[in-house]
């Protein structure tokens, strides 16, 4: 299994050649086979082992044991305890996300801190078999069916090509001692129960199954490249990126045949769960919206229109004294009273500051809001200038207006209101400025 080993690092992770690699090792079979085929092969290995503080001495067992074969063969240790339970509870995790978690913002962590290139994992055929099956049962889409990859950022798992028996066959030549995590033993976990029931099953039926999945495997990994490829030309036909927003054509996407696998494909890292609500935004009237917990998805006439979502609500009022020179919260405005020689433009107004009763206030619009428009006689509602303005639904939501108590005096960027302009009797003129 060495040799195997050494080709496979040469042939896939030539690039690990002269890096700084960390091994995660937490005592048990897999990690302690990576960690002897390592050790006999040129690389610059440390060890990083996390003490999840889960199964009392038995967890602390783990760690000496560690702990004393890398003192043995002069290999740098780097050990972390958590406190798993308590950082499940405070953050409404499972144990098993909390350990996840915590374990891999730690290495990512020691990576950064202490200039190491790389992490290795121990993961092997059936670890990845396994992923493959809870994912299937999830039913996620094709990037579920991957297993778990090969290389993942700075993360690379150098067993996945050989099987859990051929790692156990070169630990009993080889005499290594290991530790038995007794969790692994419980059925309580479906990854587990997987292991030990569904997978013999498939064997069983199958005595090369493993050879099967592996080919099943590669061949999912040429299909996704091939949707990727598809995701991406499609994305420049149909997705405009504007700041933060997406704008997704709608006439044009509902004329691929597979326009949910590609909606799919763009907002799951979004973090949406409503598929079919999604897939129902398309037909729906304007104004409906799909929310995941950061994001919102809105029809807006022809077009799915997805941003973050405001932090500012409806209600929320900022107000602006009269001493107030700049204001850089929820925007920045700046206001000046000195003589200049600027241009009144969309950006930058002047006002008759006798006619305004201080404090100001900046607010989001509201239904029934009026205004008269510069230049233009007469009141307009505000949401049909919106309307004439073509604004939409999100541009509208996110309109500022700048108010001297109920009265508009400025569709912040957009258009001033008539009954506070300067005029030749004007004597304290007010410029206000938004800083763009």
């Known amino acids: 299994m060495l040799l195997q080993f050494q080709n496979h690092l040469q042939q896939e992770f030539a690039f690990l050649q002269g890096k700084q690699l960390f091994l995660a090792v937490s005592g048990g079979i897999d990690s302690m086979v990576l960690l002897h085929l390592m050790h006999q092969l040129p690389y610059k290995i440390a060890v990083l082992h996390c003490n999840f503080s889960l199964r ?35 953050h409404k995790l499972s144990i098993q996300v909390a350990a996840r978690q915590l374990r891999y913002d730690w290495f990512y962590n020691q990576l950064q801190e202490l200039q190491y290139d790389y992490l290795l994992t121990a993961h092997h055929l059936e670890d990845s078999l396994e992923t493959f099956l809870i994912n299937f049962t999830r039913g996620t889409g094709i990037d579920g069916l991957m297993g778990i990859p090969r290389q993942n950022d700075r993360v690379i798992r150098p067993l996945l090509v050989f099987s859990r028996q051929e790692v156990m066959d070169y630990a009993s030549f080889q005499q290594l001692q290991w530790r038995e995590d ?81 909606l799919f494909a763009w907002l799951k890292d979004y973090g949406f769960t409503a598929w079919e609500d999604i897939y129902e935004l398309l037909h729906a009237q304007s104004g409906k919206q799909v929310l995941s917990k950061d994001y919102v998805l809105l029809k807006d006439r022809g077009f799915l229109i997805l941003y973050p979502k405001e932090t500012a609500s409806l209600e929320t009022i900022y107000s602006i004294a009269k001493e107030q020179e700049v204001v850089k919260v929820p925007i920045k405005l700046s206001f000046n009273r000195e003589e200049v020689n600027i241009n009144q433009t969309t950006n930058c107004i002047f006002v008759d500051e006798d006619r305004l009763d201080f404090p100001l206030t900046l607010r989001k619009w509201q239904e029934g809001d009026v205004f008269y428009p510069l230049g233009m006689q007469g009141k307009k509602k505000l949401s049909k200038y919106f309307k004439d303005e073509k604004m939409s639904l999100i541009d509208k939501s996110a309109q500022w207006l700048l108010c001297t108590g109920n009265e508009i005096v400025w569709v912040i960027g957009k258009r001033q209101d008539e009954r506070f302009k300067t005029t030749l009797e004007t004597t304290n003129k007010l410029q206000i400025t938004l800083e763009l």
């Open 182 to 262: 007794s969790s692994n033993a419980s059925d309580k976990y479906l990854r587990n129960k997987l292991r030990h029931e569904v997978v013999p099953i498939l064997k069983s039926l199958n005595p090369s199954f493993l050879d099967s999945f592996q080919a099943t495997l590669n061949h999912l990994q040429q299909v996704q490249s091939l949707a990727v490829d598809a995701m991406d030309a499609m994305y420049a036909k149909v997705v405009e990126e504007e700041g933060n927003r997406l704008k997704i054509n709608i006439e044009v996407l509902l004329k691929a045949p597979n326009y949910k696998a590609y």
């Open 56 to 90: 009392g001495a038995e967890s602390d067992g783990d760690t000496a044991f560690v702990q004393d074969f890398c003192t043995r063969h002069n290999i740098p240790c780097f050990v972390k305890v958590f406190d798993t339970k308590r950082y499940a509870e405070d």
